[in-house]
């Protein structure tokens, strides 16, 4: 309770909170407010934005709704943000658990393959896998995963190494459980924390690699992306920036709200430790 | 001299097993991905199911996986790296004159964000909780969260259309016929909006490092002891704390070195800078795999020696480096 | 001429809306060239009191009471007016600079010397502070160097600037007892040289007789007792100073005077 009391007071957190929330209330209200298809056509084509309240951000080359585009928008991204980001919390954390618990050769070749996925540059792999596989927001989340689980990996190899020579890690073994029924059940849990702590991070990362793939013309192509909005409007750049503009705006202030947000979470429960 | 080798022979050492993983790697999304070589092939050139036949045979694309690993890797070894269909061209030659290019982006986007965050980093860790200290850290934390390709059309709409400071594109203004340091100068005019771009977004993350670094060494006994030595503060903040807080950006500079490869590539596309980055994605547009593929493996040993040139870097910075395992 | 004045020293820390009162009331002086041992357990205040000698207590932190310096006309500067030496020498020297370098900055900011004359005075106090080969040891780094050696530097760097005082915060308790013995003679040698005043810290009452003309007992932040090194040893005043040496005759035995032995003895006082 201190630390959300903690969290809530310090500015940034409460900014990032604030950000999240408005974005989230976007996202989820996107169906009511813009109950037709965002990639349909909604009026005429190069409306500026402010002209008709009707259409308050104005239209693109194709006359589709900005607005419509940009709270439609915000459910890709939140959605492909948090998804890739639990799968690659998820695996990683399974992986790390795997090697530092094993052990050996396991463990060395474990470390091998992370380290071969941190050499390789993320966004190219996630371009090639996407390439490979054709475009979809399946195939979007688990990219984005490939190139952002070693973080994760890393982080709960050395705690599982520093948890593993517990003393509850020892009774478990005495007792005889299997030794994957401890690292899953007894060892895994408690190297969670720092782990989750990557979470803000990792989703931010997450969203703006989303954000670069659908730019390239590799999102979803059945759904709005903010990417494919900003790389739309690149072709009018010079006559209606805006295009190219509002939803980077979007964009910057999800990913700034997950970072404050984050940030504050971890100050929060850092100094709830400091005082205990 | 000896501590620079041994850490040469341990990154190699690594290195080795790590390419082998990422070879194999891009032998198996060769082998998802739909069509094969010859496929693309006659897709471009045209030919009949005998000449197709033929290719196969001869490229033994109709052999097992296990045979066909072998014969890439053999081809790798001889550093042969196949054809690219879009280019009609080896794939390593169509590498080779664009990797210049962004070494050039990559090179002049990492000296930027570095010297410029760490100053910033210094400037705010120098005096920890004032207001610049609270302003940078936010400002910094505000500027990590823009996209380095949103931000390349924010900053062409503004210094290109509006003000026509600079060119949005290319590398060099073509057939200017322009040589030496006039031909210099132009590059580096055409290169200021992309490496401003790509650097800003590491800008923040060194600056927040090294704000970050600084916090903790200022907690450190050795730096008290400096002050009760009566070391004045700006010496102290200079030569012991922000000299200690730049290490861990050091080892960062290798860490980023692929995450920057893979950010060139929106910037180069959004910049139509001809480097590394722009071919990827003129291979994704053009579906061409093994194209894509390889310069995943290049990039994939470019980071390796970047990385192994950090190491050295670290070495000749930090003289704890090699001392405790001088016996390995 | 007397170096230091302390007159109703009272420092209250404040942590979390807490506040720690960590020294009350202390009265003390300090003679020029006078040896005073300042005794006591962990959280009695001893460090607490050479830390505000040299303001170096945390922002925010509440102090009463005066310190002066009235052989001084301005005020004290850390490094030319007063030394220090900290307990862990492995922490109170930049670990990624040279040896040389960390002395030769404490001569170069406080007898403005040029940095070729400083490296000079370095190598100097090096072979002061009795280092072997000082000319190749300024170029190595901490790490290179044992604790004793890391501690020799500590005091090179605190003399540097010529101080009137030195203050020895606990400077032996990180090390054995052999290098403890050497580090002792090395700095009941150095302020005799300068002339130095040698504030003592220590929670060794014993180690503390060997080198102080004077000792001062402080316990839970006042200062209990202070007498002559001698008196103080023989005839204490307080009960906890008793206690105190009590303490210490029981658990060593390698002093000469107690050869008793035995649980018996851990009673006993001096002869």
Redesign the interface.
Same mark, same amino acid.
């Given at each position: 309770m201190i630390a959300v009391h903690r969290f809530l007071r310090s500015p940034e957190g409460l900014a990032g909170a604030g950000l999240l929330l408005i974005f989230a209330i976007l996202a989820l209200s996107a169906p009511f407010f813009f109950p037709r298809d965002p990639l349909s056509i909604a009026g005429p084509a190069l409306i500026g934005p402010f002209q008709d309240w009707s259409l308050p951000l104005g239209t693109d080359r194709l006359g589709r709704d900005v607005l419509a585009g940009i709270l439609h928008g915000a459910r890709t991204s939140l959605t492909v943000g948090i998804a890739a980001a639990a799968a690659a919390i998820a695996f990683g954390a399974i992986v790390g658990t795997l090697a530092g618990f094993a052990g050996g050769l396991m463990d060395e070749a474990l470390m091998r393959i992370t380290e071969a996925f941190q050499t390789v540059p993320g966004f190219l792999l996630a371009l090639a896998f996407v390439s490979v596989v054709g475009p979809s927001l399946a195939a979007v989340v688990i990219a984005i995963a490939l190139a952002a689980w070693t973080g994760p990996a890393r982080v709960a190899r050395a705690e599982v190494l520093s948890i593993r020579e517990r003393d509850y890690v020892a009774s478990a073994r005495v007792a005889g459980m299997h030794p994957l029924a401890i690292a899953f059940r007894e060892v895994l849990p408690n190297a969670l924390p720092p782990v989750l702590a990557l979470s803000s991070v990792i989703v931010a990362q997450a969203i703006l690699i989303e954000a670069a793939l659908s730019f390239l013309g590799l999102g979803d192509p059945n759904r709005v992306t903010w990417g494919g909005m900003i790389a739309e409007g690149r072709a009018v750049l010079r006559s209606a920036p805006y295009l190219s503009i509002f939803p980077g705006i979007a964009l910057v202030l999800t990913v700034l709200g997950v970072y404050l947000a984050g940030e504050a979470t971890v100050e929060a429960s850092a100094v709830r430790k400091g005082i205990a | 001299m000896t501590r620079t080798l041994l850490l040469i022979r341990r990154r190699l050492v690594?290195s080795i097993?790590?390419?082998i993983?990422?070879i194999i790697?891009t032998f198996l *999304?060769l082998e998802?991905?739909?069509g094969d070589a010859v496929d693309a092939y006659v897709v471009s050139t045209g030919g009949d199911a005998g000449l197709i036949e033929a290719l196969r045979q001869r490229w033994g694309l109709d052999q097992s996986p296990m045979t066909r690993l072998a014969t890439y890797v053999w081809a790798l070894l001889h550093l042969d790296l196949g054809y690219s269909v879009t280019f009609s061209r080896p794939i390593l030659d169509v590498i080779l004159e664009r990797l210049p290019n962004t070494l050039l982006l990559m090179g002049s986007a990492t000296a930027l964000s570095f010297g410029l965050g760490s100053l910033l980093g210094v400037a705010a860790g120098a005096h920890p909780g004032s207001f610049r200290d609270r302003f940078l850290s936010?400002g910094s934390?505000?500027l990590? !969260?823009?996209?380095?390709?949103?931000l390349g059309?924010?900053l062409? @709409?503004i210094f290109s259309?509006q003000l026509r400071w600079f060119p949005s594109s290319g590398i060099e203004t073509i057939a200017s016929g322009k040589s030496g340091i006039a031909r210099a100068l132009d590059i580096a005019n055409h290169l200021v909006l992309p490496v401003a771009a790509l650097g800003f977004i590491y800008l923040a993350l060194y600056l927040r490092m090294m704000r970050a670094g600084m916090a903790e060494v200022w907690r *450190?006994?050795?730096v *008290? !002891?400096?002050? @009760?030595?009566?070391?004045?503060r700006r #010496?102290i903040v200079l030569?012991?704390v922000a000299?200690?807080a730049l /290490?861990p950006l050091i080892t960062m500079l290798g /860490?980023q070195s692929?995450?920057m490869? $893979? $950010?060139s +590539?929106?910037i180069e596309?959004?910049f139509s800078v001809p480097g590394l980055g722009r071919l990827?994605?003129e291979a +994704?547009?053009g #579906?061409d795999?093994p194209l894509? *593929?390889g &310069?995943?493996l290049v990039? !994939?040993v470019l @980071? &390796?020696v970047i990385n192994l040139i950090v190491d050295i870097l670290y070495g000749v910075?930090?003289?704890?480096v090699g001392?405790g395992e001088a016996a390995t | 001429m007397r170096k230091l004045a302390i007159r109703g020293l009272g420092v209250t820390y404040r942590r979390d809306a807490e506040e720690i009162t960590a020294l009350t009331g202390v009265d003390l002086d300090l003679e020029d060239g006078e040896r005073l041992a300042i005794i006591g357990e962990s959280g009695s205040g001893k460090s607490t009191l050479a830390r505000a000698i040299c303001g170096l207590l945390p922002a925010g932190t509440q102090i009463v009471g005066s310190i002066d310096w009235p052989s001084l006309r301005r005020a004290p500067v850390n490094g030319r007016d007063v030394g220090y030496v900290f307990q862990d020498p492995s922490a109170s020297l930049d670990p990624v600079m040279t040896i040389g370098k960390q002395i030769a900055e404490v001569a170069r900011t406080h007898r403005g010397a040029t940095w070729q004359q400083s490296f000079a005075l370095a190598e100097e106090l090096a072979g002061r502070v009795r280092l072997p080969d000082p000319a190749s040891i300024l170029k190595a780094f901490p790490h290179q160097l044992s604790g004793g050696q890391k501690q020799r530097i500590a005091i090179a760097a605190a003399i540097a600037g010529k101080p009137g005082l030195l203050i020895a915060d606990e400077a032996t308790s990180a090390l054995d007892t052999i290098v403890q013995a050497e580090i002792m003679a090395l700095v009941k040698q150095l302020v005799a040289e300068d002339g130095m005043s040698l504030l003592f810290i220590s929670h060794d009452i014993a180690l503390a007789s060997q080198i102080a003309d004077r000792i001062a007992v402080f316990r839970d932040g006042r200062l209990i007792e202070v007498g002559p090194a001698e008196s103080l040893l023989t005839a204490p005043r307080t009960p906890y100073t008793r206690l105190l040496l009590d303490a210490h005759l029981g658990l060593d035995t390698t002093k000469p005077w107690h050869s008793g032995g035995g649980a018996a003895s851990a009673r006993a006082g001096p002869p």
């Open positions: - | 690594t097993p790590v390419m993983i990422v790697g *999304l998802a991905a739909p936010i934390l505000a990590y !969260a823009v996209p380095g390709f949103w059309l924010v062409t @709409v259309v *450190l006994d050795f *008290l !002891a400096a002050k @009760v030595r009566g070391i004045s #010496r030569r012991h000299r200690n /290490l /860490l692929a995450s490869l $893979g $950010g +590539v929106v596309t959004v990827a994605q +994704v547009a #579906r795999t894509l *593929l &310069i995943i990039s !994939a @980071v &390796i910075l930090d003289p704890r001392s | -």
